[in-house]
């Protein structure tokens, strides 16, 4: 039986919701992400920043903005030095102006990717997404790609069937 991991980045707290500011308990992506394993089975990592980012939602943009502007890669408290163990590598997160928040490529461009299944998940409030999967692919190199799906953040909560009949068919 293959294994899976799911990798995450997720934001609680202050985040965009319809176009208003919203606190929330559990951040969109980290849903998502627990949506996959709860269909397919896996270990879930989240990727966590030893900077954090500001609490205020506007702020919190404009340093993750500020961090792409940069081609930043933030320290992240803990990193991943293999996925040898694994088949299938799910990499979520939201989509900030195209690409993912930084902190996701500062753990993927550090693994090798050869011989696994990649699939994309972002999280969104109007852009889709973006460049992320095409980001992954880049990084990626030697992994062969399953279709990536794109969960609109404010229906994240309900989005367990459509998320979870998504990562039936990629594994």
């Known amino acids: 039986m293959a294994k899976n991991l799911i990798i995450y ?8 919701v319809n176009g208003s500011v919203e606190t929330l308990a559990k951040g969109n992506t980290e849903t998502c992400a627990e949506f ?25 943009m404009d340093e993750a903005k500020a961090e792409m502007q940069q081609k930043a890669r933030p320290e992240l408290k803990k ?19 195209g690409p993912f928040p930084m902190a996701i490529y500062s ?25 992320c999967e095409r980001d992954v692919k880049r990084i990626c190199e030697g992994a062969t790609f399953g279709k990536g799906l794109a969960v609109h953040g404010a ?14 068919s990629q594994v």
């Open 155 to 168: 229906d994240a909560p309900r989005s367990e069937k459509a998320v979870s009949e998504w990562a039936k």
């Open 36 to 60: 996959i394993q709860k269909a397919v089975g896996g270990d879930l990592f989240q990727i966590e920043t030893v900077k954090e980012y500001a609490a205020d939602y506007y702020a919190c």
């Open 79 to 97: 990193y991943l030095d293999s996925i040898d163990a694994y088949d299938n590598v799910f990499i979520c997160g939201p989509c900030w102006w």
């Open 9 to 16: 980045y997720s934001r609680k707290g202050e985040n965009s």
């Open 107 to 131: 753990q993927i461009e550090r693994l090798d990717f050869h011989g696994k299944k990649v699939m994309t998940l972002v999280t969104h409030e109007s852009s889709g997404l973006g460049r």
